[in-house]
C-alpha cells in the first residue's frame, strides 16, 4: 500500500463556491481562426454581428437563482489517498495512473508522494510548509511551500534542491514576471532556470559540456519539479488553459542549468543587484522549440571578430518573426561559452559593450518583417510607444531585434572548447531572486 500525499483545492469535506454570475460566450475557433487564409473584414463581420448580441446579453441579463445562488461543490477526494497493489511496483503504478488521470503528472512517472517523502523532503528548508510564496496562473493557486515539496518528490528531487526550486518559484509569482503569457502563449514556451553561486557546487549542478541535456540529476529534477508546480499550482494544462498549438519537447521541463564559474564578467546574481557571493536563481521565459546553437560543434573559435559575427548570426536565426508584432517586448538570452567569453573579455570586451554591439549590428531589413507587422510598427511609432529607431518609409532600413540595448542578457556556461546559445523571447518574462532558507548545503542559508 501507498499513501499519497497531495494537498488537493481544498480539505476534505469543505465546501467550495463557484462564482456567482459568471458566462461566457463561447466563439468558434475555427471560424475566427481559420487554418487556409485569413478573413477579409466583410468576411469577419457577419462573426462580429453574430457574437456581439449574446455577449451584451450575458452582460446585461438578471441573474438567474441558480446563478445567484450557486450550490456548494464538495472538493474532490481526501488529502490523503491510499492505493493498494499486489506488491509496491503495483501500487506505485496506480499512483500514476490516479495522477495522469487527474492531471497532476506530466505523462512521464512519477515518484509517490507518500506523507514520509514529504516530510524527508522538507527537511531540505528551514521555511514554514504552510508558508505560501505567490499565487501561480493561470488559474492562481497558492504556491505554498508544501505543495511544491510535494511535486519535488514527485519530480524525483533531492531535499538539498528544494531551496532552489523555491526561489524559483518566487520569480515565477512575481507580479513583474509575465507568467500568464508562459503559461498559456500559443507558440509555447518555458522557462530557462539559471542557478548562480557557491550552491551550484555543492548540489553538483552542470554548468559544462551537455548542460542542457542528460546526466544530472540536479538539472533535470530542479528543472522538472519547476514543470510540476507550474501544471499543478497554475492548474495548466494542454487543450485546456496550455494552448501551444503544438507542443513541444522542451514544455516536459524548465530548462535548469548553473552559470559558470569561470564567467569573466559581472554574474548574473550581481547583474540584478545582489552581493556576488550570494547564490540566486534567475528565470527567463523562452520558446520551448529550444535555443539556436552559434559557434559550431566542438568550436574554439580565437579571434573575437569571429565570435562577434557568429553571435550577431545566431540572433537573426533565432529571433521570432512575429515578435515584431510586439515590438519593445522581446528579448534574447545568450548563454556565451567559456571559450567565446574568454577570447572576448581578452580583446577587453565587457557586457556593456557586447551589447552594444550586437544591437547595432544584429539587425534585419525592414522589408523582411511580414507587411502586418510592418503596418503595426508604423502605428506604435507614431503613438510614440516605440522610439523611432529607423525611417519607417523606407522598406530597406536596417531594423534592430530588440528596442534597447539592455534587453539582450547575457551568462555564461557550456564546455570549453564548444559553442554558444541564444534563445529569442517576449514580453516581462526575466528576473532574479537570492536562494535563502537552505538547511543541507552552506550556501543558501
Given at each position: 500500500?501507498?499513501?499519497?500525499h497531495?494537498?488537493?483545492?481544498?480539505?476534505?469535506?469543505a465546501?467550495?463556491y463557484e462564482m456567482?454570475?459568471l458566462?461566457t460566450v463561447a466563439?468558434?475557433?475555427t471560424e475566427w481562426?481559420?487554418r487556409?487564409?485569413a478573413?477579409?473584414?466583410?468576411?469577419?463581420?457577419?462573426?462580429v454581428v453574430?457574437?456581439?448580441?449574446?455577449?451584451?446579453?450575458?452582460?446585461?441579463?438578471?441573474?438567474?437563482?441558480?446563478?445567484?445562488r450557486?450550490l456548494?461543490v464538495?472538493a474532490?477526494?481526501?488529502?490523503?489517498i491510499?492505493?493498494s497493489g499486489?506488491?509496491?511496483?503495483d501500487?506505485?503504478?496506480?499512483?500514476?495512473?490516479l495522477?495522469?488521470?487527474?492531471?497532476?503528472s506530466?505523462?512521464l512517472?512519477?515518484?509517490?508522494p507518500?506523507?514520509e517523502?514529504?516530510?524527508r523532503m522538507l527537511?531540505?528548508?528551514?521555511?514554514?510548509?504552510?508558508e505560501?510564496?505567490?499565487?501561480i496562473a493561470?488559474?492562481?493557486g497558492?504556491a505554498?511551500?508544501?505543495?511544491?515539496a510535494?511535486?519535488?518528490?514527485m519530480?524525483g528531487?533531492k531535499?538539498?534542491?528544494?531551496?532552489v526550486i523555491?526561489?524559483?518559484m518566487e520569480v515565477?509569482?512575481?507580479?513583474n514576471?509575465?507568467l500568464?503569457?508562459?503559461q498559456?502563449?500559443?507558440g509555447g514556451?518555458?522557462p530557462v532556470?539559471v542557478?548562480?553561486?557557491?550552491?551550484?557546487?555543492?548540489?553538483n549542478?552542470?554548468?559544462?559540456?551537455?548542460?542542457?541535456?542528460f546526466?544530472?540529476?540536479a538539472?533535470a529534477?530542479i528543472?522538472?519539479?519547476i514543470?510540476?508546480?507550474?501544471?499543478?499550482?497554475?492548474?495548466?494544462w494542454p487543450?485546456?488553459n496550455?494552448?501551444a498549438m503544438?507542443?513541444s519537447?522542451?514544455e516536459?521541463t524548465?530548462?535548469?542549468i548553473a552559470?559558470?564559474p569561470?564567467n569573466?564578467?559581472t554574474?548574473?546574481?550581481?547583474e540584478?543587484?545582489?552581493?556576488?557571493?550570494?547564490?540566486?536563481?534567475?528565470?527567463?521565459g523562452v520558446?520551448?522549440?529550444?535555443?539556436?546553437m552559434v559557434g559550431?560543434?566542438?568550436?574554439?573559435?580565437?579571434?573575437?571578430?569571429?565570435t562577434?559575427?557568429?553571435l550577431?548570426?545566431?540572433?537573426?536565426?533565432a529571433?521570432e518573426?512575429?515578435h515584431f508584432?510586439?515590438?519593445?517586448l522581446?528579448?534574447?538570452?545568450?548563454?556565451?561559452?567559456?571559450?567565446d567569453?574568454?577570447?572576448?573579455?581578452k580583446?577587453?570586451?565587457?557586457?556593456?559593450?557586447l551589447?552594444?554591439?550586437l544591437?547595432a549590428n544584429?539587425?534585419?531589413p525592414?522589408?523582411?518583417?511580414m507587411?502586418k507587422?510592418?503596418l503595426?510598427?508604423r502605428?506604435l511609432i507614431?503613438s510614440?510607444?516605440v522610439p523611432?529607431l529607423w525611417?519607417v518609409?523606407?522598406?530597406?532600413?536596417?531594423v534592430?531585434?530588440?528596442?534597447?540595448?539592455?534587453d539582450?542578457?547575457i551568462t555564461?556556461a557550456g564546455s570549453?572548447?564548444g559553442?554558444?546559445?541564444?534563445?529569442n523571447?517576449?514580453?516581462?518574462?526575466?528576473g532574479?531572486?537570492?536562494?535563502?532558507g537552505?538547511?543541507l548545503?552552506q550556501?543558501?542559508r
Open positions: 500500500m501507498i499513501t499519497s497531495f494537498a488537493d483545492a481544498a480539505k476534505a469535506g465546501e467550495v456567482p454570475s458566462r466563439l468558434a475557433e481562426r481559420p487556409s487564409s478573413k477579409t473584414a466583410e468576411e469577419m463581420t457577419p462573426l453574430g457574437t456581439t448580441d449574446p455577449i451584451i446579453k450575458a452582460l446585461t441579463s438578471p441573474l438567474t437563482p441558480e446563478e445567484e450557486p456548494p464538495k474532490e477526494g481526501e488529502r490523503t491510499r492505493l499486489k506488491d509496491y511496483v501500487a506505485a503504478e496506480a499512483v500514476n495512473q495522477f495522469i488521470g487527474r492531471r497532476w506530466d505523462g512517472p512519477v515518484v509517490p507518500t506523507e517523502a514529504v516530510k527537511s531540505g528548508t528551514s521555511r514554514s510548509p504552510q505560501v510564496i505567490g499565487q493561470p488559474a492562481g497558492k505554498a511551500v508544501e505543495k511544491m510535494i511535486n519535488t518528490v519530480a528531487g531535499p538539498e534542491y528544494l531551496p523555491l526561489t524559483a515565477l509569482a512575481d507580479k514576471f509575465d500568464v503569457h508562459l498559456n502563449s500559443l514556451m518555458t532556470v542557478v548562480s553561486g557557491p550552491i551550484t557546487q555543492e548540489l549542478m552542470n554548468y559544462d559540456i551537455g548542460l542542457f541535456g546526466g544530472w540529476r538539472n529534477t528543472g522538472r519539479s514543470r510540476l508546480n507550474l501544471i499543478n499550482l497554475g492548474h495548466s487543450g485546456i496550455r494552448m503544438t507542443g519537447p522542451g516536459f524548465s530548462w535548469c552559470e559558470h569561470a569573466p564578467w554574474s548574473l546574481t550581481a540584478f543587484g545582489h552581493p556576488p557571493t550570494d547564490s540566486s536563481v534567475t528565470v527567463f520558446m520551448a522549440k529550444g535555443p539556436v559550431g560543434a566542438g568550436s574554439n573559435v580565437s579571434d573575437a571578430e569571429s562577434l559575427e557568429s550577431a548570426t545566431g540572433m537573426k536565426l529571433y518573426p512575429y508584432a510586439s515590438y519593445g522581446s528579448y534574447f538570452l545568450i548563454v556565451l561559452g567559456p571559450t567569453a574568454a577570447t572576448l573579455a580583446a577587453g570586451w565587457t557586457k556593456d559593450k551589447r552594444s554591439w544591437y544584429a539587425q534585419v525592414f522589408s523582411t518583417i507587411v507587422d510592418r503595426k510598427l502605428d507614431a510614440g510607444r523611432k525611417d518609409k523606407d522598406e530597406k532600413a536596417l534592430p531585434l530588440v528596442i534597447k540595448p539592455e539582450i542578457w555564461v570549453a572548447p559553442g554558444s546559445v541564444v534563445f523571447a517576449i514580453r516581462a518574462q526575466r532574479a531572486k537570492v536562494i535563502r537552505a538547511t548545503t550556501a543558501g
